[in-house]
C-alpha cells in the first residue's frame, strides 16, 4: 500500500478547511518539519523536507495520527460511558473552572506515581496568551488550574517534548475532542512510529467543547477593541451556549456565540462532539451542580483514575448530573455536517 505523506493530509484537510489545529501532526513528525507558522494558524506548514517525499523513506506518522482524517462518524452525543457524575476538588483549588475536578484527579495521580507528566495548555496571566506545555509536578498543575481551552492552541504539539526530549512514560493528555480524538488514533495505531507515545499515554481527560476561538481575534478584536475589557481584567471565561466572561470586579458580561462567529477556528465548523466521546473520562461544568463538575467515566482507565482521587480525599462526588441540557447541547453539535 502507498505511504502517506504531508501531501496527502495537505490535500485532504488542511487545504479543505478540516484542521482542528490539534498539533498531533507536529508532535509526531520524525522530522520536525511540521509547525504551525505565526501569520498563518488556520493548519500546520511543512518547511520544506519530508521523509516520504524528499528521500522515499516510508513514513506517514502525521497522517496516520490525524483526527480529521475520517470524519464521516456523526452525532455520536454522548459516546460511550460507565458512569457520570458531578464532582469537586475536596481541597482548595484557587483558579478552579466549575468543580476543579480534572485538577484533583490529576493532583492526586501526580503524588500518587501514576504519572509523571501531563501535557495541557497553560496561558500568560496578563495577556492570557495560551500555549501547550507540559507539566510535572502537582503544585505547578494546581497553581495553572482553570480555564484556557476557550483558546486555540496546538496542545498536542508538545507530546514531542514530553515522550521524544523529556522522555517522561506515564503521560495524561487534557484538550478538547479533536486532542482527544488524535490521542486516541495514536493509541490504536499499528504505526511504528507512533508506538512511543502510545505507550507514553496513560490517561486522556476530554473537556466538553461546543468551538475554540482564535485568541487574536477574539481577545484583541471583540474584547479590547469592542468590549473594552483589558486581558488582565478577565477572572475566567465559559462557554454554555455563549461566552460568559467574568471579570476580577465581579462584573459579568456574555457575548452570544453568533457574535463570535468571525472568531471561531473554520476547523471547528465540522466538528459534531461536544462531550470528548473518544477521552477515559470527559468532564464539564455543563449539567453540573453549582461548584460541581460533570465527570463522564468513559472506561476502566478513567474509573480508575477517578476512583484513586476519591479515596485519597483528593475528590469529592455527589448530587446528580442534568443529563437533559448536555443532550440538548450535543444534539445542537451533532446536526453540524460537513458541506
Not at 255 to 278: F, H, K
Not at 303 to 326: M, N
Amino acid at each position: 500500500m502507498e505511504t502517506k505523506s504531508f501531501k496527502d493530509l495537505k490535500v485532504e484537510v488542511w487545504d479543505t478547511g478540516l484542521c482542528s489545529g490539534c498539533g498531533a501532526c507536529v508532535a509526531v513528525c520524525p522530522a520536525d518539519t511540521l509547525r504551525f507558522a505565526p501569520e498563518n494558524t488556520g493548519a500546520p506548514v511543512n518547511i520544506g523536507y519530508c521523509k516520504a517525499d524528499s528521500d522515499g523513506v516510508p513514513c506517514g506518522a502525521c497522517y496516520a495520527a490525524c483526527p480529521r482524517i475520517d470524519i464521516a462518524e456523526q452525532g455520536r452525543m454522548l459516546g460511550a460511558y460507565q458512569e457520570i457524575v458531578p464532582a469537586r476538588a475536596a481541597f482548595p483549588v484557587e483558579k478552579r473552572q466549575s468543580g476543579g475536578a480534572v485538577t484533583a484527579i490529576l493532583a492526586n495521580a501526580f503524588d500518587e506515581g501514576l504519572i509523571d507528566a501531563v501535557v495541557t495548555v497553560t496561558s500568560d496571566p496578563w495577556t492570557l496568551k495560551p500555549t501547550s506545555a507540559v507539566i510535572t509536578a502537582s503544585d505547578v498543575l494546581v497553581q495553572h488550574a482553570g480555564s484556557r481551552y476557550s483558546w486555540w492552541v496546538p496542545l498536542l504539539a508538545s507530546l514531542k517534548e514530553a515522550v521524544v526530549t523529556r522522555k517522561y512514560r506515564r503521560i495524561a493528555i487534557v484538550g478538547v475532542p479533536c486532542v482527544t480524538r488524535a490521542a486516541q488514533m495514536i493509541r490504536e495505531s499499528d504505526h511504528e512510529l507512533l508506538r512511543p507515545y502510545a505507550k507514553a499515554i496513560r490517561l486522556v481527560i476530554g473537556l466538553f467543547c461546543t468551538e475554540t476561538f482564535d485568541y487574536t481575534k477574539l481577545v484583541e478584536g471583540k474584547l479590547q477593541s469592542e468590549k473594552e475589557i483589558e486581558p488582565w481584567e478577565i477572572q475566567h471565561m465559559d462557554v454554555k451556549g455563549k461566552l460568559d466572561v467574568y471579570l476580577q470586579d465581579e462584573r459579568h458580561i456574555s457575548i452570544s456565540l453568533a457574535d463570535l462567529e468571525e472568531c471561531v477556528r473554520p476547523g471547528c465548523r465540522v466538528c459534531t462532539d461536544l462531550t470528548a466521546v473518544d477521552a477515559d473520562v470527559s468532564a464539564g461544568a455543563i449539567g453540573a451542580p453549582e461548584g460541581y463538575t460533570t465527570l463522564v467515566i468513559r472506561n476502566d482507565i478513567g474509573k480508575g483514575f477517578v476512583d484513586r482521587a476519591v479515596w485519597q480525599g483528593k475528590l469529592a462526588t455527589g448530587g446528580a448530573v442534568d443529563l437533559t441540557i448536555i443532550e440538548r447541547l450535543a444534539a445542537k453539535k451533532a446536526e453540524r455536517r460537513q458541506e
